[in-house]
């Protein structure tokens, strides 16, 4: 996969380089849910959210080559199960958090590193926007159809798509560690802090219905 990127025109893979992290640092429902997981952990937690929302990318970046995206995107009916699933994931999250103990890493809702990732995991691939944003974006960086020494589509895809998803890892990781450190020396308001996390996973599940 690494020679795929190698071989890329230049000006193509640094424009997919600028444009991933452009969205990559953008404020987004990963970018929260580490943040949230943060502040109510740990930086440790906050990097274990991270590292879970990255992973589910993979299986969107897989979705994506196998062209089973494609074919979720044609079904409105398949898009709308897996928003209100997403959503009620969230839902249950804010009701953790909201209802945590006021202690780091002693409250109720206060995830371990573990249990972090897997929110991670689930709360991304439980997002339908990633499915049509790899249909939108990985496509304007392939390698044109004239192009007969170019890698299959898949392996473009594969290439691209996992570049983007390391680069959207560490981004995503560092909001959660960051957020996590505030976390610690706020952390005599934790129970104020588990409200915010609360709010705002109550947020993105508010957005998840509403997009």
């Known amino acids: 996969m690494i020679d795929i990127l190698l071989s890329m025109p ?22 929260v849910f580490a943040t949230a997981c943060g502040i109510v952990g740990g930086p440790r937690v906050g990097a274990a959210a991270g590292f879970g929302a990255g992973t589910g990318v993979l299986v969107h970046i897989a979705l994506a080559a196998l062209g089973l995206s494609a074919l979720i995107a044609a079904h409105p009916q398949a898009l709308l199960v897996i928003r209100w699933l997403g959503a009620g994931y969230l839902i249950w999250l804010a009701w953790q958090s909201w209802r945590a103990g006021t202690t780091v890493g002693k409250g109720r809702g206060t995830p371990s590193g573990w249990q972090a990732y897997r929110r991670g995991v689930l709360s991304n691939v439980l997002n339908p926007k990633p499915v049509l944003f790899m249909l ?16 299959p589509v898949w392996q473009q895809i594969m290439a691209l798509g996992g570049l983007f998803a390391v680069t959207g890892t560490l981004v995503t ?24 996390s609360a709010v705002l996973f109550g947020a993105l599940a508010l957005r998840l219905l509403l997009d």
């Open 173 to 196: 990781v560092g909001y959660g560690v960051l957020a996590g450190y505030a976390g610690r020396i706020l952390a005599a308001r934790m129970g104020v802090l588990n409200k915010v």
């Open 10 to 31: 230049p000006d193509r893979f640094w424009s997919f380089l600028v444009g991933a992290l452009v969205v990559n640092f953008a404020p987004g429902a990963d970018m």
């Open 136 to 151: 939108a974006f990985l496509p304007q960086f392939l390698a044109p159809a004239s192009d007969t020494a170019a890698a």
